[in-house]
């Protein structure tokens, strides 16, 4: 989807543009019920929580966290919260982007 767009385009181009996108493709899949921006403590928020929509305390809920840079450290202070230990099945990611192409992908759980 980020690949028909020119370097204008990209110009001041950052993450809040690719939640934007990924929470439109999401929206029409009924599996997971996104949160942006989901509070897990009173100064954290983690970028994209999918809450597993169907049977929640069987199914696998994520945390996805979008970087320019590595995230790991920040992720990692998320899934110490009471929020995050409450969530069953909760496995978390470090999306990590330069312009239209996700470079890496790092699991933390």
Same mark, same amino acid.
């Given at each position: 989807?980020?690949?028909?767009?020119? $370097?204008?385009?990209?110009?001041?181009? &950052?993450?809040?543009?690719?939640? +934007?996108?990924?929470?439109?493709? @999401?929206?029409? +899949? $009924?599996?997971?019920?996104?949160?942006?921006?989901?509070?897990?403590?009173? *100064?954290?928020?983690?970028? @994209?929580?999918?809450?597993?929509? /169907?049977?929640?305390k069987q199914s696998a809920h994520y945390f996805i966290e979008r970087k320019a840079d590595d995230g790991r450290?920040?992720? $990692?202070?998320?899934?110490?919260? *009471?929020?995050?230990?409450?969530?069953?099945?909760?496995?978390?990611? +470090? @999306?990590? /982007?330069?312009? &239209?192409?996700?470079?890496?992908?790092?699991?933390?759980?």
């Amino acid at each position: 989807m980020l690949k028909g767009l020119s $370097n204008r385009d990209y110009q001041q181009f &950052d993450e809040k543009y690719i939640k +934007v996108v990924m929470l439109s493709l @999401l929206s029409d +899949v $009924n599996l997971y019920i996104p949160h942006s921006e989901y509070e897990v403590s009173a *100064d954290g928020y983690i970028d @994209l929580y999918l809450q597993a929509a /169907f049977q929640p305390k069987q199914s696998a809920h994520y945390f996805i966290e979008r970087k320019a840079d590595d995230g790991r450290q920040q992720l $990692n202070g998320y899934l110490k919260t *009471d929020s995050a230990r409450n969530i069953p099945h909760l496995q978390s990611y +470090v @999306l990590v /982007f330069r312009k &239209d192409r996700c470079v890496q992908r790092i699991q933390l759980s």
